[in-house]
């Protein structure tokens, strides 16, 4: 009985036991914000960032850890085996260590007032609970401020690189925690792109050396810039730089052919060619010929021959201007070809020169240097030339005048708008209203209706008339006279009107078939004058139809 009450005893201990350490595991939060290792429970869980902190020495480090539900008490353990309790902590028994100002979701958080080495590593939160316990670790980074940058080149001659080969460049920064940032700058350029870094950890402490090796190929243009290697990292407010002047070594640099235009001839003429070599020439000459193979004759720079003068003038940096000067330009002088020939350590280079006295192409195919300008006394080609804006404005001001002239043209042709011809009465067409008129007027009752017509008449006729002369109004008002005259005189058939009406006369029309119509002509100098046909109305129709 005994051993049976023993034997179930150890049975439900070992189950117990073997419970307990099924609770005990590691759980990495979903969201990847809270990583922890520990014991978690419906009721129970840790607050905890494993985000590795950086802090330089004598900066404040706080290590932030919180839970969820009733705890017993924590503890802070670092790399090296110190262990700090969060109740003695608050309780102000450890030095340089103190409870931080919030302590709501950071209920076991601790402050470091003042980081050390000491510190550097990682840093363990523990939390106990009732049979449970929770741990959250993360990595402590105590920064070591990094040495100089040292540029692994020989300094007393500076850097000196071949403008058709690729060097490498190093720059090493022998120790830092973390690892330094290295960055390239040719001037004021940024040429980080052609460089690689190395970083490689000195120890077990987290101290890391750094090496950038620059590879590039330098331009002559490029000659005297500043290289410059910069640092930068958490201890320094200000990138730490390291810098060397560049020293590109080439044989003179290739031109095309230079020519020089608007030449005067009889002035004396200067011809200055910019070129670039480093090193400085050992080796530099004008020559002259028919072309450029076949050579007359040679001028060492300086030198002269009487007629040519040649000199060279150092600008700095691998930068040469060299001058000839011809006196008294003649044609003879145009009619020939220049060498300018430079040598130095890297090799040789000839440049040649035209010299002309004509215009300048549009295309602008002249020296456009600083120092390759024709000089001052002489007529620069853009002084000479149109815009292309300018000659585009003639153009369009040219469209405009042919267009307009050729529309003038189109409305002459036509006879159209100013150009239209002025109207004339039609003597037809003014006799058949003249007619038209008079043969109701002859047939009217009344008086009145043949005024009114003989007024409308002489307003339509008034239209088409031209303005007379003084003179020429008194002889037509004497015609008038003489011809009423004339009427009565011959014994008119026409019966004369009331005494109110005795100065207007109607005339009868001869409505007969037989007879053709009769036109007058009056002519005229300078104009076409039309009569007013004045006449008597007679109430006697039974004549007309006889007639």
């Known amino acids: 009985m005994c051993k049976c009450s023993f034997v179930r005893g150890a049975l439900v201990a070992l189950v117990l036991m073997a419970h307990a350490r099924a609770q005990e595991y590691t759980v990495d939060d979903p969201t990847g914000d809270v990583v922890f290792n520990g014991v978690r429970s419906t009721d129970v869980s840790l607050i905890f960032d494993d985000s590795e902190i950086v802090v330089n020495p004598g900066d404040q480090l706080n290590l932030d850890c919180g839970v969820h539900g009733q705890s017993r008490y924590c503890i802070w353990e670092s790399e090296s085996g110190q262990i700090l309790q969060v109740e003695d902590v608050y309780s102000n028994v450890f030095d ?4 931080p100002v919030n302590t709501v979701g950071n209920e076991c958080g601790i402050v470091i007032n003042s980081a050390d080495i000491g510190h550097h590593g990682q840093w363990t939160c523990k939390v106990f609970v009732v049979g449970k316990s929770l741990v959250g670790t993360k990595n402590v980074i105590v920064t070591i401020k990094p040495t100089s940058p040292i540029l692994e080149v020989d300094s007393s001659r500076g850097l000196v690189v071949t403008n058709e080969d690729e060097t490498p460049v190093k720059c090493s920064v022998a120790a830092a925690r973390p690892a330094v940032g290295i960055r390239w700058y040719l001037g004021d350029r940024d040429i980080t792109v052609s460089a690689e870094t190395e970083e490689t950890p000195t120890d077990k402490g987290g101290i890391y050396k750094s090496v950038s090796t620059l590879r590039r190929t330098f331009q002559p243009s490029e000659n005297g810039q ?3 290697c910069s640092v930068t990292h958490k201890t320094l407010p200000v990138p730490e730089n390291t810098s060397i002047a560049l020293n590109v070594v080439f044989k003179p640099v290739e031109k095309p052919v ?18 670039s070599a480093n090193p400085a020439p050992i080796r530099k000459e004008w020559r002259y010929g028919k072309s450029f193979e076949n050579v007359e004759g040679s001028i060492s720079i300086p030198g002269s ?15 040469y201007t060299a001058k000839l000067l011809v006196t008294g330009f003649t044609e003879a002088d145009a009619n020939k070809n220049y060498l300018l020939v430079v040598e130095n350590d890297y090799g040789e280079t000839q440049y040649k020169v035209k010299l002309s006295m004509h215009e300048a192409p549009k295309d ?10 024709i000089p001052p006394t002489e007529l620069s080609v853009s002084e000479d030339t149109l815009s292309g804006g300018a ?3 003639i153009i369009i001001v040219l469209l405009i005048v042919v267009a307009a002239v050729g529309a003038a043209g189109y409305a002459r042709y036509r006879q159209m708008f100013c150009f239209a011809p002025l109207a004339t009465p039609d003597p037809e067409e003014a006799k058949d209203t003249r007619e038209e008129h008079d043969t109701e007027s002859a047939r009217g009752t009344s008086t009145s209706h043949a005024a009114n017509l003989k007024n409308r008449l002489g307003q339509l006729t008034q239209v088409f008339k031209k303005p007379k002369k003084d003179h020429d109004m008194k002889q037509d008002e004497t015609e008038k006279k003489s011809l009423t005259k004339d009427e009565h005189n011959k014994g008119s058939p026409f019966k004369e009107q009331s005494p109110n009406e005795k100065e207007v006369v109607y005339a009868e029309l001869d409505l007969g078939k037989g007879e053709p119509e009769k036109k007058t002509e009056v002519k005229a100098e300078d104009k076409t004058e039309y009569a007013q046909i004045v006449g008597t109305i007679t109430d006697n129709r039974e004549e007309e139809k006889k007639e």
């Open 305 to 319: 021959d009487g007629h040519y003068r040649a000199d060279i003038e150092d600008l700095g940096n691998g930068m």
């Open 258 to 275: 230079s020519t020089f235009y608007q030449i005067r001839p009889g002035n004396d003429y200067e011809v200055k060619l910019n070129f």
């Open 96 to 99: 340089g260590v103190s409870k």
């Open 226 to 228: 500043l290289l410059t």
């Open 364 to 373: 602008g195919d002249s020296e456009t240097s600083n120092y390759d300008k």
């Open 391 to 393: 000659v585009a404005g």
